[in-house]
């Protein structure tokens, strides 16, 4: 079985068209309960799209329960009745999420812009707030703790955006927060964390970095190490290579 290039679309994400066409083969009986998927790259090679938009409609056909990913196995078919609802439930998520990747390159923009403007003008009591917000941060990421984990990021991030004294950096930051608990993003981000213990602590030690360098004032670390938490976060979520994040990160 072979995946053929999808035509263009312009009032549906390419992700939703990807989504529906693997359901399509799915009624058809091309694809039947319990066969594994290809793997991510082939589809997108075959399909003439890029891989983050594969990742995203696998994901959301994965929430909908469609299908099922298998740690170091694979993407398989779930035996469901009711496939077609199911598929229009995965393609109103993906319609009403935004790409976690375009998300991520967002985020890693304003957050470099932010932190330079912090480095400048933030007082040390604010500095120091922003050490605290990551101290409990750490705290709940060096115990295991996902869940408070990830509340903790969302008050450390804030921090440092409102250490920049702009009121519109600080609605730009909290938007940009509040997409992040999207369902197409929340389970990006958990299986990103469920699929390797260690990468809580690798994220942990770039953060660390990041903070060390804002509370010494050196802008060329801070943004050095901003960079670097961004960029892991979409090679790991995504399965991308250094060339590709670079160079092809378009087509959702």
């Keep these: 079985m072979q995946f053929q290039k999808l035509p263009q679309a312009q009032y549906q994400k390419r992700s939703s068209i990807i ?15 319990g066969m594994k998927l290809p793997s991510e790259r082939i589809i997108a090679e075959q399909l003439g ?3 983050p938009s594969v ?27 009711g496939f077609k609802d199911l598929c229009q439930k995965a393609v109103q998520v993906l319609e009403n999420c935004d790409s976690p990747l375009e998300l991520l390159h967002a ?14 003008v933030a007082t040390q ?20 703790n996902y869940d408070g984990y990830l509340e903790q990021a969302y008050e450390f991030h804030m921090a440092i955006g409102r250490a920049t004294g702009n009121s519109l950096i600080v609605r730009m930051t909290e938007n940009l927060l509040q997409a992040t608990q999207q369902p197409l993003w929340l389970n990006m981000r958990r299986t990103y964390y469920a699929s ?35 960029d892991i976060l979409i090679q790991r979520t995504y399965n991308l290579s250094d060339a590709y994040t670079e160079s092809n990160t378009s087509g959702n």
């Design 55 to 81: 990742r995203e409609a696998i994901s959301a056909l994965q929430i909908v329960g469609v299908l099922e990913s298998r740690p170091g196995d694979g993407t398989y078919i779930c035996k469901h009745i």
């Design 196 to 230: 390797d213990a260690n990468r809580i602590k690798e994220m942990l030690d770039v953060h660390d970095r990041i903070v060390k360098a804002i509370q010494a004032r050196e802008t060329g670390p801070a943004i050095e190490a901003i960079e670097a938490h961004f």
């Design 125 to 144: 009591s604010e500095i120091q707030f922003i050490q605290n917000a990551w101290q409990r941060k750490f705290e709940a990421g060096s115990k295991g």
């Design 49 to 51: 799209v890029s891989r």
């Design 19 to 33: 989504a529906d066409d693997i359901f399509r083969r799915i009624h058809r009986n091309e694809l039947k309960a």
């Design 107 to 120: 985020r890693k923009a304003l957050e470099i812009g932010a932190t330079r403007l912090v480095i400048k």
